[in-house]
């Protein structure tokens, strides 16, 4: 079953948390998770703007 664009922006920020956890934020993976987590966040955000202007639930 594929996760929703939410549920994908949820793990991977849990994912990003368990990693930042004890390391530097400039840390070379917390920076790659939280470059992925922007990507979802910002499709995320434009297909909730897409669905507000056809009139459907945002």
């Given at each position: 079953m594929k996760l929703t664009v939410y549920e994908q922006i949820e793990e991977?920020?849990?994912q990003m948390?368990?990693?930042a956890?004890?390391?530097d934020l400039?840390?070379?993976r917390v920076i790659g998770v939280s470059?992925?987590?922007d990507v979802l966040i910002n499709e995320?955000?434009?297909t909730r703007k897409i669905?507000?202007?056809r009139g459907g639930p945002v």
């Open positions: 991977l920020r849990l948390q368990r990693i956890s004890g390391k400039t840390d070379t470059e992925k987590l995320f955000y434009a669905k507000g202007r």
